[in-house]
């Protein structure tokens, strides 16, 4: 991975509009002068955060070919991407099984489903889709932003925590679970399980998250775990 240069380009204004609220033209303008999603456009990836994964993984090495995955909150699928090709899933070596409640275009060796992962069809719909244990469990899900920050810090934790019961539930022993979360004090349930789950859990911050942001990542390697691989029929 390339790390977007600073250069020397000069920042792009945006004026505030009769119909365009100071916040949606401060959003604008920080996408408009953001490396990454330049460099995401350039390269073919469909959201900046594509090189959050990219650099999670080039560092601690959670892909292979050939290995089963999981994104939750998947679209529009920069995770996807980067996940399918670095087990080759578009080769038909491994497997991604991807799920949100917005609709995604189509990715080479990614089965998407449009669906709410908190609907109670979701789990055993993915894992019919995965058709064995998963090695990678990721998720990217956020709740929409209220702007405020103990608010959003809860409802987003709920979601990692959800996201953690279905990887404890799918993953194979050995496997790993990355989430995002936001600093906010209230994680140190979900810090103790995954302790208690995983060989290994830290908190990663990539380049691509911007500075400014509250929001980490969770990364639990070697799931301690075992589930049952001789009846997949079953899931």
């Not at 409640?101 to 908190?118: H, S, T, Y």
């Not at 987003?156 to 936001?182: H, N, Q, R, W, Y």
Request: net charge positive; charged share 25%.
């Amino acid at each position: 991975m390339t790390t977007p240069g600073r250069g020397r380009d000069l920042k792009t204004w945006v004026k505030t509009g009769k119909n365009r609220t100071l916040s949606s033209k401060l959003w604008l303008e920080r996408q408009l002068n953001d490396p990454y999603v330049a460099q995401a456009k350039r390269e073919g990836f469909r959201s900046r955060a594509a090189y959050k994964l990219i650099e999670i993984d080039s560092k601690h090495h959670l892909f292979k070919p050939g290995m089963r995955v999981v994104d939750l909150g998947a679209a529009p699928g920069g995770w996807s991407q980067v996940a399918a090709k670095r087990v080759r899933a578009g080769e038909g070596r491994g497997r991604v099984a991807a799920i949100d409640l917005l609709e995604m275009p189509a990715i080479a060796g990614v089965d998407f489903v449009q669906l709410d992962f908190l609907d109670n069809a979701a789990p055993d719909k993915l894992k019919s889709m995965l058709g064995g244990p998963a090695d990678v469990v990721l998720s990217d899900m956020a709740a929409n932003a209220t702007g405020h920050r103990k608010t959003d810090h809860l409802r987003i934790m709920s979601l990692a925590e959800t996201a953690a019961d279905f990887a404890g539930e799918v993953l194979a022993p050995g496997g790993a679970f990355l989430c995002k979360m936001l600093q906010g004090g209230t994680e140190t349930t979900l810090l103790a399980q995954l302790k208690r789950d995983f060989a290994s859990v830290k908190h990663v911050k990539p380049a691509a998250s911007r500075a400014d942001s509250a929001e980490l990542y969770l990364l639990a390697m070697g799931y301690r775990g075992a589930v049952a691989t001789t009846n997949v029929q079953a899931w």
